[in-house]
């Protein structure tokens, strides 16, 4: 069956710290894996898309990895501050016509001062 | 460049009723895609329309419909409310099909739908 699970499903950080998500995944075929950053009350906006041969890609203090191999991707957030407060989610295209993207339940993130 | 908007941003619905929610693509864009998210289940995909024809299509019930207007605005039609269908619908826009690399996806902020 085509999943992604993520975890910790939740997380509570200092200000400042970093941290990291991590997603797996069963999906098969692969075609891309994306993370979204979703603030409360509003729609998911795109952090990152990576196709199996990209193993790190960075957005300003997010750095996401990919390992096609273990099937596991992770994302990394450098010194974080109060606005990275939000679910993160992680989406992997299905390969093939079809393509449907199936998402994980996110990860929630509470940055505290 | 104005994002994607949904309208209504809430609605409130009694069990039976139907709903109709609407979509405004960012200018350019030609493929609307349609997500349920509730708590339990996160973001799950309903369905995706590109130049007028549904390309890709979730497991969901036949009472979820859509349709895509020429102008790449897009509705989606739920019939026969049920409680279950209480959630936050959000639709993304992108210039290609959503699923190919490269293709981002943005979102609008949803549409809050209550079912009594």
Not at chain 1, 82 to 100: K, M, T
Not at chain 2, 23 to 52: A, D, K, M, N
């Amino acid at each position: 069956k085509n999943q992604v699970e993520q975890s910790p499903q939740s997380l509570i950080i200092l200000e400042g710290k970093n941290c990291t998500l991590q997603c797996n995944y069963t999906v098969s075929p692969f075609s891309n894996l994306r993370w979204y950053k979703q603030d409360t009350g509003r729609g998911p906006v795109s952090l990152t898309i990576m196709t199996f041969s990209e193993n790190t890609k960075s957005n300003g203090r997010y750095t996401a990895t990919l390992d096609a191999d273990t099937k596991q991707s992770s994302l990394h957030i450098t010194a974080s501050q109060l606005s990275d407060s939000a679910s993160y989610i992680c989406v992997v295209r299905l390969g093939g016509s079809q393509g449907n993207l199936i998402f994980g339940k996110g990860t929630k993130l509470s940055v505290k001062p | 460049k104005a994002g994607v908007t949904q309208t209504p941003r809430y609605l409130i619905k009694t069990r039976g009723q139907q709903v109709t929610l609407s979509c405004s693509p960012i200018s350019g864009h030609r493929s609307v895609s349609w997500y349920q998210q509730t708590p339990g289940q996160g973001l799950q995909f309903l369905f995706e329309y590109f130049s007028e024809t549904q390309r890709n299509k979730g497991n969901f019930p036949g009472r979820f419909s859509g349709r895509q207007f020429s102008n790449s605005r897009s509705e989606m039609n739920v019939s026969t409310l049920e409680l279950g269908d209480s959630a936050l619908y959000l639709c993304a826009s992108s210039l290609g099909l959503a699923g190919e690399s490269y293709n981002e996806q943005f979102f609008g902020p949803g549409t809050r739908l209550t079912v009594l």
